[in-house]
């Protein structure tokens, strides 16, 4: 393996991580069963996730995008 090929491969270790967390991270739209226990957000509580769920929206796209750049390179430089 070239240092290239190694270099892009952990590009796109850390990038799927990215993802991953990223979308963990993301809030639902469905509230689930945590109103009824009582885990309901405070009005500061929604503000903050509010502004992290946009950021996330924003920057997910555009690093699944680079993920798949760098995976149809790597592609072009293995095969």
Do not use: C, H, W
Request: hydrophobic residues 60%; charged residues 15%.
């Amino acid at each position: 393996m070239s240092p290239v090929e190694i270099t892009l491969g952990i590009i796109l270790l850390v990038f799927a991580l990215f993802i991953v967390i990223a979308v963990l991270l993301q809030s639902s739209s469905e509230k689930g069963i945590g109103v009824i226990a009582g885990a309901g957000e405070s009005f500061l509580g929604k503000d903050r996730s509010s502004r992290l769920d946009k950021f996330l929206n924003k920057l997910t796209p555009i690093i699944a995008g680079a993920f798949a750049v760098i995976v149809i390179v790597m592609y072009l430089i293995v095969d």
